[in-house]
């Protein structure tokens, strides 16, 4: 714990975490708003999932271009608009009664808006802390990060259903703009320029560890976006049980990454603690009750945060500096997805099956990522006692002729 208190000691680092965390707060909790939202106005689940997919529409399309602007306009300038559009977008989603394919259309654009601040906060690290604290600090980040995919879930459910969701899905935007806001005004965005790109918009993904890393990182949040709409149809939308299921689920990933924060990153990390994660949410499936679901959860959350940390410290170290901001776009990007995508199709079953239906869907979701992070091992990087920074671009220098 003493080296994550000298990361969070120096300057910057504490502020950047907690700015962008509840900026990022809205990718955790919108699914299950609109979910609700939209399942509470058409009666379907299948309606919701319709929604769910437009906006996963708009972040695919968006998450990798508005990254790399930042390096052609500024990480600030692109930030603020962004952050403006899908404010607007969500608000009216909230508050106007609207047709479902005008709902569908209104979810496209708040997808197409959505800020690209988990890139950008990426691409700032390296810049705050030294080379051995770099893959502690990602470590760090994916540990706080499960307040985002797994606590959002959490207040989005709690408020949705003793509230209403439009109080959920404001808060969202709340969330948007007070952390967006404050991510902004942080100086260390001001003094971190991403240098533009010299290569086509998506050479990156010619790094294998980047398409790794968006596939992995879309299939395990799919998987966990799927438990949670199977926990929410277990108990019943106005069911506190749910809340509670969920913060297990978020302490036993707390948990997980803290303790595995300073292990060695080799080329099976990211398959052992997918299994990790699949094993516990496989075995849910077993008792659709209260305790035993809690048990499976807390197995299962003890992988997450270790396994997004090894997806964030092997993009970092396999590509430039100039790259880092569209590398984590793509990633973003199949994180985003997975969540819009693992609701939608864990919707769908829930309709035809209940709520094993849920957890049906996640177990498949968790066993494709496993196998793929097995399977394309060898194209992970061994960072055992190696720098996990991005690699430093480098210029021509010009000479004169002798």
Known sequence: ?????????????????????????????????????????????????????????????????????????????VISLTIAVCAVALTVLAIVPLPLPAMMAIALVSGLAYPPIQPAVRTIYPKLVNSRQLTPLFSLDASAQELIWVSGPVIATFLATQVSPVAALLLCVACLVGGGVWFVASPEVGRVRIPPSRRRLGAVLTRPTVVLATVTGFLLVASFAAVEA???????????????????WSIGSLIGGLLLGNVGISPWSLARRMLVVLIGTAAAMAI???????????????????????????????????????????????????????????????????????????????????????????????????????????EPVPTQPS
């Open 1 to 77: 714990m003493s080296g994550y208190l000298e990361i969070l000691r120096t300057p910057g680092v504490a502020r950047l975490i907690a700015a962008q965390l509840t900026a990022r707060m809205p990718g955790g909790m919108l699914s299950l708003s609109l979910l609700i939202h939209t399942e509470q106005r058409f009666g379907t689940y299948a309606s919701a999932g319709l929604v769910l997919a437009a906006t996963s529409i708009g972040q695919a399309v968006s998450g990798p271009l508005t990254s790399r602007w930042m390096g052609a306009w500024g990480m600030r300038r």
């Open 288 to 394: 659709l009750d209260f305790w035993w679901l809690s048990i499976a959860l807390l197995v299962s959350g003890l992988g997450i945060a270790p396994a997004l940390a090894v997806m964030f410290a092997s993009v970092s170290a396999t590509v430039k500096f100039s790259e880092t901001a569209e590398a984590y776009g793509w990633v973003g990007t199949g994180q985003l997805i997975g969540a819009a995508i693992g609701s939608a199709v864990a919707g769908f079953m829930i309709d035809g099956m209940d709520a094993i239906g849920g957890f049906l869907a996640a177990t498949a979701f968790g066993v494709l990522g496993t196998a793929v992070a097995a399977i394309f091992h060898r194209h992970q990087p061994d960072l055992r006692g190696r720098d996990a920074s991005p690699i430093a671009d480098t």
């Open 230 to 248: 199977g926990v929410v149809a277990t108990f019943g939308e106005g069911g506190a049980e749910s809340g509670i299921v969920l913060a297990i």
